[in-house]
C-alpha cells in the first residue's frame, strides 16, 4: 500500500540549534512530495515540494528539505530553529494512479508537532 | 484575494441532523476537496472535484455527499450525522491537479456530534 510516514509525534528542540523533522514515504513510481505546516487554529499553509530535479529543496521560512531516493525519505530542515517555528508539520506524497499517471489526491502523514524553546 | 473561505468556523449538531458545510474559493481553481483531521491520523480525503459538474469519493466518503455546481463553490453535506463525524473539516483548492500542485487550505470548520 502506498503510504507515508512521520515517525515522530513531536520534536523538541532550543531555539538557534538545527531542526529536522522526518517523513519517509512508500510509493510505486516518481513521488511528488510536499510538506505543509498547521498553525493553532488555522489550516495547512503550503512550505515546499519535490517534484524533480535538485534533491534539495527549498520552500518558505527558510525551510528545506532532502529528497533520498535510495532512503525513501524528505527529511525537513531548518538551520536555525525560531520560537515562532513551532506549529504542526505534515508531510504528503501523490500515489501513482492506477496508469500510473498524476492523480488528484495526496496521502497525509499523521503530523508532527514541533515545538522550539526559548 | 479572499482565498479560500469556509462557513460555519464551529458547529454543534445532535446525530441525525444534516448539515451543509460551505467552502468557496475566490483564485478560479479547477480543483478543490474536502479532507477531516482527526487526531493521531492526519487528513484523509473525503471528496474532491477536478471541475464544476465532477465530483469523485476520496478515502472516507461514507455519510458524505457533494456537488460542484460552479468553479467557486464546493459545498460538503451530511446527510445524517453521526459521533464519528465529529472531526475538524478542511477545504483545499489547487489550479492543477492536488497531486502535482500547491494546495491552498481554508480554515477550518469544527464539527460536534452529540
Known amino acids: 500500500a502506498q503510504s507515508v510516514a512521520q515517525p515522530e509525534d513531536q520534536v523538541n528542540v532550543a531555539e538557534g540549534n538545527p531542526l529536522t523533522v522526518k517523513c519517509t514515504y512508500s510509493v510505486s513510481g516518481n513521488p511528488y512530495l510536499f510538506w505543509y505546516v498547521q498553525y493553532p487554529n488555522r489550516g495547512l499553509q503550503f512550505l515546499l515540494k519535490?517534484?524533480?530535479?535538485?534533491?534539495l529543496v527549498k520552500g518558505s521560512y527558510g525551510f528545506e528539505a532532502e529528497f533520498n531516493k535510495s532512503q525513501t525519505s524528505f527529511h525537513l530542515k531548518k538551520p536555525s530553529a525560531l520560537v515562532s517555528d513551532s506549529a504542526l508539520y505534515f508531510c504528503?506524497?501523490?500515489?501513482?494512479?492506477?496508469?500510473?499517471?498524476?492523480?488528484?489526491?495526496?496521502?497525509f502523514g499523521t503530523g508532527t508537532l514541533l515545538a522550539v524553546q526559548p | 484575494n479572499a482565498g479560500v473561505t469556509q462557513t460555519p468556523k464551529f458547529q454543534v449538531l445532535k446525530t441525525g441532523q444534516s448539515m451543509t458545510l460551505q467552502c468557496a474559493q475566490d483564485?478560479?481553481?479547477?480543483?478543490m476537496s474536502w479532507y477531516r483531521q482527526d487526531p493521531g491520523m492526519g487528513l484523509r480525503l473525503i471528496h474532491y472535484s477536478v471541475g464544476a459538474g465532477i465530483t469523485d469519493q476520496g478515502e472516507v466518503p461514507n455519510g458524505y455527499n457533494v456537488s460542484r455546481s460552479t468553479t467557486e463553490d464546493f459545498p460538503l453535506r451530511l446527510l445524517s450525522a453521526a459521533p464519528s463525524q465529529t472531526s475538524v473539516y478542511f477545504c483545499?483548492?489547487?489550479?492543477?491537479?492536488?497531486?502535482?500542485?500547491?494546495?491552498?487550505f481554508g480554515p477550518g470548520t469544527r464539527l460536534l456530534v452529540l
Open positions: 504528503a506524497v501523490r500515489p501513482a494512479g492506477g496508469d500510473g499517471g498524476a492523480t488528484n489526491k495526496l496521502i
Open positions: 483545499a483548492s489547487s489550479y492543477g491537479l492536488a497531486g502535482s500542485e500547491t494546495q491552498y
Open positions: 483564485m478560479n481553481h479547477e480543483y
Open positions: 519535490y517534484i524533480t530535479g535538485d534533491n
